[in-house]
Nanobody
Framework: QVRLVESGGGLVQAGGSLRLSCAAS????????MGWFRQAPGKEREFVAR????????YYADSVKGRFAISRDNAKNTVYLQTNSLKPEDTAVYYC???????????????????WGQGTQVTVSS
């Protein structure tokens, strides 16, 4: 049974930082690309970042580029999202996801991922 468990969310002031983690089990972690998505209240879930199996290539949404960094530790079956210079508009539930790699379609879409975590809440106060 595949499990993805996010942690590290919380309440932070604007300009602050959080490091989100996602621990994976039940799959060959190093064979999967990993992604982070987020969903704000009343909005659709949106792509945040993606990292390839080896960690050699990363992709970001324009809204977080330069502020967020995705990384992975294949020895620990964990993917991370370092979030810096947080803004109130970053408030959302953040989800990690695992998907096949390579992927011929558009990695920004949810259908590029097979497995999802339950999410962790990030709240940024102004």
């Amino acid at each position: 049974q595949v499990r993805l468990v996010e942690s590290g969310g919380g309440l932070v002031q604007a300009g602050g930082s959080l490091r989100l983690s996602c621990a994976a089990s039940g799959l060959t972690f190093s064979s999967y690309a990993m992604g982070w998505f987020r969903q704000a209240p009343g909005k659709e879930r949106e792509f945040v970042a993606r990292i390839t199996t080896s960690g050699g290539t990363t992709y970001y949404a324009d809204s977080v580029k330069g502020r967020f960094a995705i990384s992975r530790d294949n020895a620990k079956n964990t993917v991370y999202l370092q979030t810096n210079s947080l803004k109130p508009e970053d408030t959302a539930v953040y989800y990690c996801a695992a998907g096949p790699s390579p992927y011929s379609g558009t990695y920004r879409f949810e259908r590029a991922y097979n497995y999802w975590g339950q999410g962790t809440q990030v709240t940024v106060s102004s």
